[in-house]
């Protein structure tokens, strides 16, 4: 089964808390939500997490949650490793108390390292993690390494379908949106996006069955992605929207399942036009 949903609390609920939005994107017909950790990993206390887990089960919402973007796992500086991986435990702990049993993450940017030297560190960051996942006794978190917009960002899908290969209880998210800014609109469209599901399915059948998705329209150009748009919002620059059409029936067509979260500015609004359309094919 799909999982269709907003990253965060939808705009239209009224009151701005978690268990708040859980609520409303029930009653939107949506059926996941994102916690939102991006600044900071907001849910203090472990009494709060299992009301959110406690509440996501009665309104048969499927949570999973962003990690903080402050993360570098290439980083030359101790500190700045640690704490990145301080963060991601973090959230694991919340997601393990929570039941969101994703984490998506922004791993890395290459800082004009050699990517092959810049991927091995980056995976030895993703070998300790998964150590003291399980140490912690958090080793059914899935952490979700994140394919960026940027060739200046660790995260093109090929790097990311090795690492997964390599390190187990790492599976990929992926953002479609970054996927057609890193190639500069290149790769767009039906055959662009099956290819996607081609090289995830070389991880196993069951990681199409257990996918993590971003979904947004984008502004994009030679440095790849500017901004989130609107689904059918044209970029500035006149380049290509975002073929989401094709992007859902390439999903109906590998008969995938998981998790797929709007990152658009109106991301209620967007997800449930994908979710009309997924359900219309």
């Avoid at 991601?88 to 030297?117: L, P, Q, T, W």
Wanted: proline share 3%.
């Amino acid at each position: 089964m799909l999982h269709i949903g907003t990253a965060g609390v939808p705009l239209s609920t009224e009151s701005r808390d978690t268990l708040a939005g859980i609520a409303q994107v029930r009653k939107l017909g949506l059926d996941a939500m994102e916690l939102e950790f991006v600044r900071q990993v907001y849910v203090k206390h472990d009494k709060d997490a299992l009301e959110i887990c406690e509440h996501a089960k009665r309104e048969k919402v499927a949570l999973s949650i962003h990690a903080p973007y402050f993360i570098n796992l290439n980083s030359p500086d101790k500190q700045t490793l640690e704490e990145s991986r301080r963060r991601i435990i973090s959230c694991a702990h919340v997601g393990h108390i929570a039941g969101a049993r994703n984490v998506v993450i922004h791993s890395a940017f290459y800082m004009k390292m050699d990517k092959e030297e810049a991927y091995r560190r980056i995976k030895g960051q993703y070998a300790l993690l998964r150590k003291e996942l399980i140490d912690k006794g958090y080793d059914s978190i899935i952490l979700r390494p994140e394919l960026m917009g940027k060739p200046s960002q660790f995260g093109d899908v090929d790097a990311l379908v090795r690492l997964c290969s390599e390190v187990e209880g790492v599976l990929p998210c992926i953002d479609f949106a970054h996927y057609v800014a890193l190639h500069n609109g290149e790769k767009n469209g039906y055959d662009a996006f099956c290819e996607v599901m081609d090289k995830v399915e070389m991880l196993g059948k069951e990681a199409l069955k257990d996918m993590h998705i971003h979904f947004s329209g984008i502004e994009y150009g030679d440095k790849g992605e500017r901004s989130h748009l609107v689904l059918d919002e044209k970029p500035h620059n006149n380049k290509p929207i975002i073929q989401w059409r094709d992007m859902v029936k390439a999903w109906k067509d590998y008969k995938i399942g998981g998790i797929a979260i709007s990152e658009s500015p109106n991301i209620e609004g967007d997800a449930i036009k994908v979710k009309k359309y997924y359900d219309s094919l």
